[in-house]
């Protein structure tokens, strides 16, 4: 059975960094091109960023485009996102997720989306 487990959240300053991480378990991750998306408060989802499978090519909203990372670890079947000099507007609920039924940013994220979703991590952004 699939299952990825996202970690990391947290409250955080304004300006401050968190990493998330997301353990995959039940399928080959090296094969799978992987991605985060979140949800703020009172808000629909809204896609984060996403990651080949090699690493290669990664993509990422221009909301997070210069300030988040993504990366893996193939031989750890985890999944990374560092956030650097976060904003209010960045608090939310973040999850890992695969197997995407559109193309990255194509269209508004819903629960349909994705073949498979962590449980995710609370982010809070306040000073």
């Known amino acids: 059975q699939v299952q990825l487990v996202e970690s990391g959240g947290g409250l955080v300053q304004p300006g401050g960094s968190l990493r998330l991480s997301c353990a995959a378990s039940g399928f080959t991750f090296k094969s799978a091109r992987m991605y985060w998306v979140r949800q703020a408060p009172g808000k629909g989802f809204e896609w984060v960023s996403g990651?080949?499978?090699?690493?290669?090519?990664?993509y990422y909203a221009d909301s997070v485009k210069g300030r988040f990372t993504i990366s893996r670890d193939n031989a750890k079947n985890t999944l990374y996102l560092q956030m650097n000099n976060l904003k209010s507007e960045d608090t939310a609920v973040y999850y890992c997720?695969?197997?995407?039924?559109?193309?990255?940013?194509?269209?508004?994220?819903?629960?349909?989306?994705?073949?498979?979703w962590g449980q995710g991590t609370q982010v809070t952004v306040s000073s």
């Open positions: 990651i080949t499978t090699g690493g290669a090519y990664r």
């Open positions: 997720a695969k197997d995407p039924r559109v193309d990255f940013g194509a269209s508004i994220p819903t629960k349909d989306t994705f073949g498979s």
